[in-house]
């Protein structure tokens, strides 16, 4: 079974979502994980589906024009074992250049693995979340390098522990 990562990206409209869907759905894609969001008026689907052959799932999506679409075949995920603590980090102050690079490089140095990032500027305020998998026992560490960065930053920055996905 083939399983495929595919990008959507357009101007947001009301019916994206339900028109992608459809399409895959018309092809036989199982959509297994997905992400969706709004971009400053750009609307963005990331998602994993298994089922068709990556050219049967491009021809599906042809007709919706006034999008930009990616296919591409990846390797199914093995079942793999969560290997950190769930974590969440978040930042919030004025915008300036090199928030995300300077706090990701400070978890990334502690070992941790950014499992999802959003942010946001509203207004003169720039908000960063990130959900992060920590190796046990590194944490208080973390969180006293990311006071430095803060304060490099001049921006305010949390870490706490969160809860752990339950279905």
């Known amino acids: 079974m083939n ?7 357009g101007t947001d409209r009301t ?15 199982n959509l297994s994980d997905s992400t969706m969001t709004r971009l400053r008026g ?7 589906c298994t ?11 042809a007709p919706l024009g006034d999008l930009i679409s990616t296919v591409r075949v990846v ?3 093995a079942d793999a074992e969560v290997a950190g603590e769930p974590y969440l980090v978040s930042v919030h102050g004025a915008d300036r250049l090199g928030i995300v690079a300077a706090v990701t490089r400070v978890v990334a140095a502690s070992g941790g693995n950014i ?5 946001r500027l509203t207004g003169p305020l720039y908000v960063l979340i990130a959900e992060v998998d920590l190796p046990p026992g590194v944490a208080d560490g973390l969180a006293a390098r990311l006071a430095v960065a803060a304060d490099e930053l001049g921006v305010e920055v949390t870490l706490r522990r969160a809860e752990s996905d339950l279905l």
């Open 3 to 9: 399983e495929l990562a595919i990008t959507v990206i």
């Open 15 to 29: 019916g994206i979502i339900a028109e992608v869907s459809e399409a895959l759905a018309g092809v036989g894609a």
């Open 42 to 48: 750009h609307f963005a689907m990331t998602l994993i």
């Open 51 to 61: 089922g068709p052959a990556a050219g049967d799932v491009e021809k599906a999506l």
């Open 75 to 77: 390797e199914q995920e």
């Open 115 to 119: 499992t999802d990032l959003t942010t």
